[in-house]
């Protein structure tokens, strides 16, 4: 059984910093596209940032310089550090993943195993 589990959301002030972690369990996620999504009431799910079996990353122009997606395989966890934080950056976050790809799409389509979300807000 897979499964995704999502920590470290919470409140912080704007121009503050956040960590997610995502511990996977059932395969090892190295051999995935890992994903970070976030949505926001009456909007799609947004694909953040994306990390391929190689360490291909990509990230959305929202997000660029100031969010870093990482991998660490001993602890089969997806990480993902949020820095210079705006309220615009306030929704739920989700990771996610996918069929492994030398390069990982952000369309949530792409995706099909996901965790349960956590909830990150940035006061202004």
């Known amino acids: 059984q897979v499964e995704l589990v999502e920590s470290g959301g919470g409140s912080v002030q704007a121009g503050g910093s956040l960590a997610l972690s995502c511990a996977a369990s059932?395969?090892?996620?190295?051999?995935?596209?890992m994903a970070w999504f976030r949505q926001v009431p009456g909007k799609e799910r947004e694909g953040v940032a994306t990390?391929?079996?190689?360490?291909?990353?990509s990230y959305a122009d929202s997000v660029k310089d100031r969010f870093t997606i990482s991998l660490v395989q001993a602890k089969n966890t997806l990480y993902l550090q949020m820095n210079r934080l705006t309220s615009e950056d306030t929704a739920v976050y989700y990771c996610?993943?996918?069929?492994?790809?030398?390069?990982?799409?952000?369309?949530?389509?792409?995706?099909?195993?996901w965790g349960q979300g956590t909830q990150v807000t940035v006061s202004s």
């Open positions: 996610a993943a996918g069929s492994g790809r030398s390069k990982c799409p952000r369309a949530a389509v792409d995706y099909n195993s």
């Open positions: 990390v391929s079996r190689y360490g291909v990353t």
């Open positions: 059932g395969y090892d996620i190295s051999f995935y596209c």
